[in-house]
Protein backbone atom coordinates (compact mmCIF):
# COMPACT_ATOMS: atom_id res chain seq x y z
CA UNK A 1 0.00 0.00 0.00
CA UNK A 2 1.41 3.13 -0.44
CA UNK A 3 1.25 5.95 1.66
CA UNK A 4 -1.18 9.33 0.44
CA UNK A 5 0.58 11.88 0.23
CA UNK A 6 -1.37 14.17 2.96
CA UNK A 7 -1.00 11.00 4.92
CA UNK A 8 2.94 11.12 5.20
CA UNK A 9 4.58 11.54 8.93
CA UNK A 10 0.77 10.33 10.14
CA UNK A 11 1.16 9.56 14.10
CA UNK A 12 -2.44 7.27 14.59
CA UNK A 13 -1.87 3.63 15.96
CA UNK A 14 -4.06 2.54 13.16
CA UNK A 15 -1.27 3.47 10.47
CA UNK A 16 0.50 0.02 8.94
CA UNK A 17 2.05 1.89 6.43
CA UNK A 18 5.71 3.29 6.95
CA UNK A 19 5.89 7.43 5.93
CA UNK A 20 8.26 8.00 3.87
CA UNK A 21 10.86 9.45 5.05
CA UNK A 22 11.22 13.07 4.86
CA UNK A 23 13.60 15.76 5.78
CA UNK A 24 10.70 17.64 8.37
CA UNK A 25 8.36 15.29 9.86
CA UNK A 26 5.17 16.25 11.47
CA UNK A 27 6.15 15.34 14.38
CA UNK A 28 9.71 14.54 16.41
CA UNK A 29 9.01 13.44 19.61
CA UNK A 30 12.95 12.09 19.96
CA UNK A 31 14.51 15.24 21.59
CA UNK A 32 12.16 15.57 24.65
CA UNK A 33 13.49 12.24 25.65
CA UNK A 34 16.34 13.13 24.95
CA UNK A 35 16.21 15.48 26.92
CA UNK A 36 15.08 13.71 30.17
CA UNK A 37 18.38 12.13 30.30
CA UNK A 38 20.00 9.66 33.03
CA UNK A 39 16.42 10.48 34.84
CA UNK A 40 14.31 8.44 32.09
CA UNK A 41 16.56 5.37 32.31
CA UNK A 42 17.00 5.42 36.09
CA UNK A 43 12.93 5.54 36.38
CA UNK A 44 12.42 3.00 34.21
CA UNK A 45 15.00 0.63 35.18
CA UNK A 46 13.94 1.29 38.85
CA UNK A 47 10.19 -0.40 37.27
CA UNK A 48 11.96 -3.44 35.66
CA UNK A 49 13.89 -4.17 38.70
CA UNK A 50 10.85 -3.76 41.07
CA UNK A 51 9.38 -6.94 39.67
CA UNK A 52 5.80 -5.11 39.94
CA UNK A 53 4.67 -3.82 36.47
CA UNK A 54 0.91 -3.22 36.82
CA UNK A 55 -1.32 -0.94 38.87
CA UNK A 56 1.64 -0.27 41.14
CA UNK A 57 2.61 2.32 43.26
CA UNK A 58 4.23 4.32 39.77
CA UNK A 59 0.68 4.28 38.92
CA UNK A 60 -1.61 5.26 42.44
CA UNK A 61 1.44 8.31 42.47
CA UNK A 62 0.56 9.44 38.83
CA UNK A 63 -3.05 9.34 39.48
CA UNK A 64 -2.83 11.83 42.33
CA UNK A 65 -0.37 13.89 41.01
CA UNK A 66 -2.23 14.01 37.51
CA UNK A 67 -5.45 14.75 39.64
CA UNK A 68 -3.94 17.41 41.30
CA UNK A 69 -2.60 18.66 38.22
CA UNK A 70 -5.89 19.05 36.29
CA UNK A 71 -7.62 19.55 39.69
CA UNK A 72 -9.90 17.03 39.95
CA UNK A 73 -10.84 14.65 42.79
CA UNK A 74 -10.15 11.53 41.17
CA UNK A 75 -7.90 10.18 38.03
CA UNK A 76 -8.02 6.60 36.94
CA UNK A 77 -5.25 5.13 34.76
CA UNK A 78 -6.39 2.64 32.03
CA UNK A 79 -4.94 1.50 29.13
CA UNK A 80 -5.91 3.98 26.09
CA UNK A 81 -7.75 6.82 25.32
CA UNK A 82 -10.41 4.70 23.69
CA UNK A 83 -11.01 2.46 26.76
CA UNK A 84 -10.99 5.80 29.03
CA UNK A 85 -14.34 7.40 26.98
CA UNK A 86 -16.05 3.71 26.95
CA UNK A 87 -15.05 2.82 30.51
CA UNK A 88 -16.86 6.68 31.55
CA UNK A 89 -19.73 5.84 29.54
CA UNK A 90 -20.17 2.91 31.35
CA UNK A 91 -19.35 3.78 34.68
CA UNK A 92 -22.24 6.62 34.48
CA UNK A 93 -24.16 3.91 33.62
CA UNK A 94 -24.97 4.18 29.65
CA UNK A 95 -25.36 1.20 27.70
CA UNK A 96 -28.04 -0.13 25.20
CA UNK A 97 -30.84 2.25 23.86
CA UNK A 98 -28.48 5.07 25.15
CA UNK A 99 -28.22 8.32 22.91
CA UNK A 100 -24.58 10.18 22.81
CA UNK A 101 -24.27 13.44 20.84
CA UNK A 102 -21.11 14.15 19.58
CA UNK A 103 -19.14 15.39 16.82
CA UNK A 104 -18.05 13.92 14.05
CA UNK A 105 -14.66 15.89 13.55
CA UNK A 106 -12.44 14.25 15.55
CA UNK A 107 -10.13 10.88 15.73
CA UNK A 108 -12.63 7.86 15.14
CA UNK A 109 -11.89 6.49 18.70
CA UNK A 110 -14.64 9.05 20.12
CA UNK A 111 -17.32 6.95 18.40
CA UNK A 112 -16.37 3.88 18.55
CA UNK A 113 -15.86 4.47 22.30
CA UNK A 114 -19.59 5.37 22.26
CA UNK A 115 -20.69 2.32 20.47
CA UNK A 116 -17.54 -0.44 22.63
CA UNK A 117 -20.21 0.62 25.63
CA UNK A 118 -23.43 -0.60 23.77
CA UNK A 119 -24.76 3.18 23.37
CA UNK A 120 -25.57 5.06 19.81
CA UNK A 121 -23.67 8.36 18.43
CA UNK A 122 -25.28 11.08 17.35
CA UNK A 123 -23.59 13.30 15.29
CA UNK A 124 -23.98 17.10 15.79
CA UNK A 125 -21.89 19.54 13.59
CA UNK A 126 -18.54 21.66 14.14
CA UNK A 127 -18.34 25.51 14.62
CA UNK A 128 -17.02 26.89 11.34
CA UNK A 129 -13.93 28.72 13.54
CA UNK A 130 -12.93 26.48 16.31
CA UNK A 131 -13.89 23.13 14.62
CA UNK A 132 -15.02 22.14 18.07
CA UNK A 133 -18.68 20.59 18.41
CA UNK A 134 -21.78 23.68 18.37
CA UNK A 135 -23.52 23.69 21.11
CA UNK A 136 -26.81 25.05 18.40
CA UNK A 137 -26.08 22.01 16.53
CA UNK A 138 -26.20 19.45 20.29
CA UNK A 139 -29.41 21.43 20.96
CA UNK A 140 -31.17 20.56 18.17
CA UNK A 141 -30.00 16.79 18.43
CA UNK A 142 -31.47 16.10 21.93
CA UNK A 143 -33.78 13.39 22.26
CA UNK A 144 -35.66 11.81 24.98
CA UNK A 145 -32.91 8.83 24.63
CA UNK A 146 -30.28 11.41 25.02
CA UNK A 147 -27.78 10.06 28.01
CA UNK A 148 -24.54 11.76 27.40
CA UNK A 149 -23.04 14.79 24.98
CA UNK A 150 -18.93 13.94 24.33
CA UNK A 151 -17.20 17.23 23.25
CA UNK A 152 -13.41 16.80 22.08
CA UNK A 153 -11.39 19.38 22.96
CA UNK A 154 -10.22 19.49 19.24
CA UNK A 155 -6.24 19.87 18.43
CA UNK A 156 -5.57 21.30 21.95
CA UNK A 157 -8.57 23.73 21.67
CA UNK A 158 -11.03 24.00 24.63
CA UNK A 159 -14.53 23.00 23.39
CA UNK A 160 -17.51 25.27 24.92
CA UNK A 161 -17.65 23.04 27.62
CA UNK A 162 -19.67 25.68 30.18
CA UNK A 163 -22.28 26.13 27.20
CA UNK A 164 -22.80 22.38 26.57
CA UNK A 165 -22.82 22.37 31.13
CA UNK A 166 -25.65 24.64 30.87
CA UNK A 167 -27.33 22.83 27.69
CA UNK A 168 -27.16 19.41 29.69
CA UNK A 169 -27.21 20.33 33.48
CA UNK A 170 -31.38 20.79 33.89
CA UNK A 171 -31.66 17.85 31.67
CA UNK A 172 -29.86 15.48 33.37
CA UNK A 173 -27.46 14.49 31.11
CA UNK A 174 -23.81 13.74 31.50
CA UNK A 175 -20.80 15.41 29.53
CA UNK A 176 -18.03 13.30 29.17
CA UNK A 177 -14.82 15.30 27.67
CA UNK A 178 -12.93 13.94 25.40
CA UNK A 179 -9.51 15.31 26.00
CA UNK A 180 -7.49 12.86 25.06
CA UNK A 181 -5.79 15.67 22.98
CA UNK A 182 -5.84 18.27 25.54
CA UNK A 183 -4.09 17.48 28.37
CA UNK A 184 -3.11 20.97 30.16
CA UNK A 185 -5.85 23.01 28.41
CA UNK A 186 -7.33 25.35 30.25
CA UNK A 187 -10.87 27.44 29.85
CA UNK A 188 -10.94 30.16 32.63
CA UNK A 189 -8.19 29.11 34.37
CA UNK A 190 -9.37 25.96 35.43
CA UNK A 191 -8.13 22.69 33.04
CA UNK A 192 -10.01 20.63 30.63
CA UNK A 193 -10.99 17.14 32.06
CA UNK A 194 -12.48 18.62 35.38
CA UNK A 195 -15.81 20.19 34.04
CA UNK A 196 -17.80 17.35 33.04
CA UNK A 197 -18.89 14.58 35.04
CA UNK A 198 -16.09 12.90 33.68
CA UNK A 199 -12.75 13.46 31.18
CA UNK A 200 -10.74 11.24 29.02
CA UNK A 201 -7.07 11.26 28.32
CA UNK A 202 -4.93 9.59 25.94
CA UNK A 203 -0.92 9.11 26.64
CA UNK A 204 -0.19 8.25 23.17
CA UNK A 205 3.11 8.84 22.69
CA UNK A 206 2.33 12.15 20.41
CA UNK A 207 -0.51 13.54 22.92
CA UNK A 208 0.48 16.33 24.74
CA UNK A 209 1.13 14.35 27.92
CA UNK A 210 2.89 11.29 25.66
CA UNK A 211 4.33 8.19 27.21
CA UNK A 212 6.62 5.50 25.73
CA UNK A 213 3.20 3.07 24.39
CA UNK A 214 -0.44 3.17 25.10
CA UNK A 215 -2.22 4.90 27.84
CA UNK A 216 -5.47 6.22 29.23
CA UNK A 217 -6.88 8.09 31.97
CA UNK A 218 -10.12 8.58 33.40
CA UNK A 219 -10.86 12.11 35.45
CA UNK A 220 -14.23 12.64 37.82
CA UNK A 221 -15.08 14.89 40.75
CA UNK A 222 -17.48 11.86 41.77
CA UNK A 223 -16.46 9.39 43.86
CA UNK A 224 -18.46 6.36 42.50
CA UNK A 225 -18.15 7.09 39.13
CA UNK A 226 -13.90 6.77 40.16
CA UNK A 227 -15.21 3.15 41.85
CA UNK A 228 -17.26 2.27 39.32
CA UNK A 229 -13.84 3.02 36.98
CA UNK A 230 -11.63 1.19 39.25
CA UNK A 231 -13.70 -1.72 38.78
CA UNK A 232 -14.63 -1.84 35.19
CA UNK A 233 -10.79 -1.60 34.03
CA UNK A 234 -9.95 -4.40 36.33
CA UNK A 235 -12.73 -7.46 35.31
CA UNK A 236 -15.49 -5.70 36.93
CA UNK A 237 -14.40 -6.66 40.53
CA UNK A 238 -12.96 -4.30 43.03
CA UNK A 239 -12.23 -7.05 45.44
CA UNK A 240 -9.57 -9.57 42.80
CA UNK A 241 -11.71 -13.13 41.60
CA UNK A 242 -15.27 -11.20 43.30
CA UNK A 243 -16.89 -9.71 39.46
CA UNK A 244 -19.43 -7.56 40.44
CA UNK A 245 -20.29 -6.74 36.50
CA UNK A 246 -18.49 -7.70 33.29
CA UNK A 247 -15.33 -5.65 33.35
CA UNK A 248 -12.43 -5.14 30.39
CA UNK A 249 -8.75 -5.24 31.38
CA UNK A 250 -7.55 -2.11 30.93
CA UNK A 251 -5.27 -1.05 33.05
CA UNK A 252 -2.23 1.64 33.07
CA UNK A 253 1.26 -0.08 33.31
CA UNK A 254 4.02 0.81 35.79
CA UNK A 255 6.51 1.63 33.20
CA UNK A 256 4.40 4.22 31.11
CA UNK A 257 3.24 5.57 34.92
CA UNK A 258 6.70 6.45 35.41
CA UNK A 259 7.53 8.03 32.20
CA UNK A 260 4.11 10.10 32.68
CA UNK A 261 4.81 10.98 36.26
CA UNK A 262 8.83 12.51 34.76
CA UNK A 263 6.86 14.21 31.78
CA UNK A 264 4.37 15.66 33.59
CA UNK A 265 6.72 18.01 35.13
CA UNK A 266 7.69 19.04 31.93
CA UNK A 267 4.24 19.25 30.63
CA UNK A 268 3.36 22.85 30.71
CA UNK A 269 6.98 23.90 29.24
CA UNK A 270 6.03 21.54 26.26
CA UNK A 271 2.74 23.45 25.61
CA UNK A 272 4.75 26.97 26.22
CA UNK A 273 6.85 26.07 23.37
CA UNK A 274 4.17 24.76 21.25
CA UNK A 275 1.94 27.99 21.35
CA UNK A 276 4.72 30.07 20.72
CA UNK A 277 5.38 27.95 17.84
CA UNK A 278 2.04 28.12 16.66
CA UNK A 279 1.75 32.19 17.19
CA UNK A 280 4.58 32.42 15.21
CA UNK A 281 2.97 30.52 12.45
CA UNK A 282 -0.05 32.52 12.75
CA UNK A 283 2.58 35.53 12.10
CA UNK A 284 3.45 34.37 9.15
CA UNK A 285 0.63 32.65 7.18
CA UNK A 286 -2.51 35.14 8.96
CA UNK A 287 -3.74 37.58 6.58
CA UNK A 288 -3.01 35.54 3.27
CA UNK A 289 -5.87 35.00 0.74
CA UNK A 290 -6.90 31.62 0.62
CA UNK A 291 -5.63 30.22 4.00
CA UNK A 292 -7.44 29.92 7.43
CA UNK A 293 -5.17 30.03 10.53
CA UNK A 294 -6.46 28.55 13.82
CA UNK A 295 -7.80 31.46 16.15
CA UNK A 296 -5.38 31.96 19.21
CA UNK A 297 -6.61 30.58 22.53
CA UNK A 298 -5.31 31.17 25.24
CA UNK A 299 -6.25 28.05 27.08
CA UNK A 300 -5.24 25.98 24.02
CA UNK A 301 -2.11 23.07 24.25
CA UNK A 302 -1.33 23.05 19.78
CA UNK A 303 -1.98 19.19 20.27
CA UNK A 304 -1.55 20.00 16.20
CA UNK A 305 -1.37 23.13 14.12
CA UNK A 306 -4.27 22.69 11.66
CA UNK A 307 -4.68 25.34 9.42
CA UNK A 308 -7.79 25.73 6.23
CA UNK A 309 -6.59 25.87 2.94
CA UNK A 310 -10.02 27.32 0.92
CA UNK A 311 -10.40 26.87 -2.97
CA UNK A 312 -9.51 23.31 -3.49
CA UNK A 313 -5.84 23.69 -2.94
CA UNK A 314 -5.44 22.10 0.32
CA UNK A 315 -3.80 18.74 -1.67
CA UNK A 316 -1.61 20.67 -3.63
CA UNK A 317 0.06 22.50 -0.59
CA UNK A 318 0.22 19.07 1.03
CA UNK A 319 2.50 17.95 -2.47
CA UNK A 320 4.55 20.71 -2.26
CA UNK A 321 5.68 20.58 0.88
CA UNK A 322 6.16 16.63 0.19
CA UNK A 323 8.44 17.50 -2.59
CA UNK A 324 10.09 19.78 0.01
CA UNK A 325 11.11 17.22 2.00
CA UNK A 326 8.01 18.30 4.59
CA UNK A 327 5.54 16.04 6.13
CA UNK A 328 1.93 17.13 6.72
CA UNK A 329 -1.24 15.56 7.44
CA UNK A 330 -4.98 15.77 7.14
CA UNK A 331 -6.97 15.40 10.22
CA UNK A 332 -9.15 14.66 9.36
CA UNK A 333 -9.96 13.56 5.73
CA UNK A 334 -13.71 12.02 6.41
CA UNK A 335 -15.95 12.92 9.07
CA UNK A 336 -17.33 10.13 11.00
CA UNK A 337 -20.40 10.05 9.92
CA UNK A 338 -19.44 9.22 6.77
CA UNK A 339 -17.37 6.19 7.78
CA UNK A 340 -19.15 2.79 7.31
CA UNK A 341 -19.42 1.75 10.69
CA UNK A 342 -21.10 4.80 11.81
CA UNK A 343 -22.60 6.24 8.80
CA UNK A 344 -25.61 8.46 9.37
CA UNK A 345 -25.62 9.28 5.62
CA UNK A 346 -28.44 11.14 6.06
CA UNK A 347 -27.66 13.83 8.24
CA UNK A 348 -26.37 16.71 6.51
CA UNK A 349 -23.11 18.27 8.24
CA UNK A 350 -21.96 20.98 6.28
CA UNK A 351 -19.36 22.23 8.23
CA UNK A 352 -18.04 19.38 9.40
CA UNK A 353 -17.52 18.18 5.33
CA UNK A 354 -16.56 21.09 4.36
CA UNK A 355 -13.82 21.30 6.89
CA UNK A 356 -12.44 18.04 6.77
CA UNK A 357 -11.90 19.14 2.75
CA UNK A 358 -9.72 22.14 3.98
CA UNK A 359 -7.85 21.15 6.92
CA UNK A 360 -4.08 20.56 6.92
CA UNK A 361 -1.67 19.98 10.06
CA UNK A 362 2.16 21.42 9.88
CA UNK A 363 4.60 20.13 11.44
CA UNK A 364 4.57 20.94 15.34
CA UNK A 365 6.61 18.95 18.55
CA UNK A 366 7.67 21.73 21.25
CA UNK A 367 11.83 21.48 20.51
CA UNK A 368 10.97 22.25 17.09
CA UNK A 369 13.10 25.21 15.71
CA UNK A 370 11.52 28.39 15.22
CA UNK A 371 13.30 28.37 11.84
CA UNK A 372 11.49 25.50 10.76
CA UNK A 373 8.37 27.53 11.11
CA UNK A 374 9.68 29.78 8.99
CA UNK A 375 10.81 27.39 6.17
CA UNK A 376 7.22 25.63 6.43
CA UNK A 377 5.67 29.35 5.93
CA UNK A 378 7.03 30.06 2.60
CA UNK A 379 6.79 26.93 1.08
CA UNK A 380 3.23 27.18 2.05
CA UNK A 381 3.06 30.71 0.78
CA UNK A 382 5.07 29.53 -2.43
CA UNK A 383 2.42 27.11 -3.34
CA UNK A 384 -0.40 29.70 -2.74
CA UNK A 385 1.05 31.99 -5.45
CA UNK A 386 2.23 34.49 -2.89
CA UNK A 387 6.02 35.27 -2.35
CA UNK A 388 7.27 34.79 1.59
CA UNK A 389 8.27 38.74 1.77
CA UNK A 390 5.08 40.21 1.16
CA UNK A 391 2.78 40.77 4.06
CA UNK A 392 -0.51 38.95 3.07
CA UNK A 393 -3.59 41.31 3.72
CA UNK A 394 -5.62 40.87 6.63
CA UNK A 395 -9.53 39.85 6.35
C1 LIG B 1 -6.04 9.78 20.47
C2 LIG B 1 -7.49 10.04 20.65
C3 LIG B 1 -8.37 9.13 21.25
C4 LIG B 1 -7.96 7.73 21.59
O1 LIG B 1 -6.86 7.61 22.39
P1 LIG B 1 -5.96 6.28 22.32
O2 LIG B 1 -5.08 6.40 23.52
O3 LIG B 1 -5.23 6.29 21.04
O4 LIG B 1 -6.92 5.13 22.43
C5 LIG B 1 -9.67 9.51 21.46
N1 LIG B 1 -10.11 10.72 21.09
C6 LIG B 1 -9.31 11.62 20.49
C7 LIG B 1 -9.87 12.95 20.12
C8 LIG B 1 -7.98 11.31 20.24
O5 LIG B 1 -7.19 12.20 19.64
Request: charged share 20%.
Given at each position: ??????G??TVWPLSQ???????????????????????????????????????????????????????????????SGTDALA??L??????????V?TTPFSFVATAEAIVMA?ARPIF??I????L?I????????????????I?V?LF??????????????????????D?AQ??????????????????A?S?F?SK??????D?G???????????????????????????????????????????????????????????????????????????????????????L????????????????????????AVHYPVPIHRLGPYGDR???L??AE?AS??V?S??????????????????????????????????
Amino acid sequence: MRPSPTGAGTVWPLSQTSPPTLRIPLVDLQPELDALGDELVTVVSAVLRSGRYILGPNVQAFEEEAAAYIGCAHAVGVNSGTDALAIALRALGLGSGDEVITTPFSFVATAEAIVMAGARPIFADIDAVTLNIDPASVEARLSPRTRAIIPVHLFGTPAPVEELMALAQPRGIAVIEDAAQAFGAEVGGRKVGGFGQAGAFSFFPSKPLGGCGDGGMVTTNDADVAAAVRRLRAHGAARKHHSEVVGCNSRLDELQAAVLRLKLHHVDESARRRRALAARYNGRLEGTPGIVVPRPAPGAVFHLYTVRVLNGRRDGVAAALQAGGIASAVHYPVPIHRLGPYGDRGATLPEAERASTEVLSLPLWAAMPPQVVDEVASVVLKALGRSAGLPGGRR
